[in-house]
């Protein structure tokens, strides 16, 4: 006789009302905790036990994928990605001052920067190597992307830290708003997993279908200087339809015909 066993991790589909579904199969772990709330009824010598009653069972999920998916986020923030150019900040970086001019005359020196700073309002902020902000007009002019040094003494080669500024960003970028006053709406959730034998033959697929779970919005995003995988976690907690007392079922699904 085999044994059966799961020995490897969901994976998992959210099917919004519409029609929509988000999906994953890069999981680095998904459980499923089903919690029985009980009430013991005690009297008499003893205070013995005279029955046990059941009140609630509660069915909480937590997804933690390896993949990096902003429509996860999306979700427990009860919102949408949307589309469009939108402003944007730069990060401190070093530039080192070129010949602007090259090959050609002049003696223009200067850098040019990885985005082109907004016309108006843009917060460019250039500071020295001690310290001291550089302003516009008597330190540097500004057209497009390119900064010339005016300052005295600069020769090539000399760095200077440009703090930030802000950018447009072109259409294609994505945009998801954290807002207040919403949050995340239930949705199908679909997880699947093998169940396989001791000689590691696949014997069933295992489907868990809930068909209301919602996620309780809240996640955390953490970073670290050591390289590694930013992982994003997902927790649910499955809620009874207004129609049914099913809150769930689990399909177990032949892979051969023996």
């Known amino acids: 006789m085999s044994r059966s066993l799961v020995v490897d991790v969901f994976d ?51 997804l933690v994928d390896v993949e990096w998916k902003p429509e996860w986020i999306a979700k427990q923030l009860g919102t949408s990605i949307t589309l469009g150019a939108t402003e944007a900040y730069s990060m401190p970086k070093w530039y080192s001052v070129i010949d602007l001019d090259g090959d050609g005359s002049g003696t223009a020196l200067g850098f040019r920067l990885d985005n082109t700073p907004l016309v108006s309002n843009s ?99 953490q970073t670290s200087s050591e390289k590694k995988e930013s992982t994003q976690s997902l927790k649910l907690k499955i809620v009874k339809p207004s129609n049914s007392t099913i809150v769930g079922k689990l399909l177990r699904i032949p892979l051969s015909a023996s």
């Open 12 to 62: 998992a589909i959210l099917v919004e009302s519409d029609g929509s579904v988000i999906g994953t199969t890069t999981l680095q772990s998904g459980n499923i905790d089903v919690a029985v709330s009980e009430v013991e009824v005690r009297g008499g010598k003893s205070n013995a036990l005279l029955a046990n009653l059941h009140v609630q069972r509660d069915i909480n999920i937590e």
């Open 123 to 221: 917060g460019l902020k250039i500071f020295g190597t001690d310290g001291v902000e550089i302003v516009l007009s008597t330190g540097y002019t500004i057209a497009t992307d390119t900064v010339t040094i005016l300052k005295a003494g600069v020769e090539v080669g000399d760095v200077f830290e440009v703090r930030t500024y802000k950018y447009a960003t072109p259409a294609s970028t994505q945009t998801l708003n954290f807002e207040s006053d919403k949050f995340a709406t239930g949705a199908k959730l679909v997880l699947s997993t093998l169940e396989t034998d001791e000689n590691e033959e696949h014997l069933f697929e295992l489907q868990y279908i809930f068909e209301n779970a919602i996620p309780n919005g809240s996640f955390a995003i």
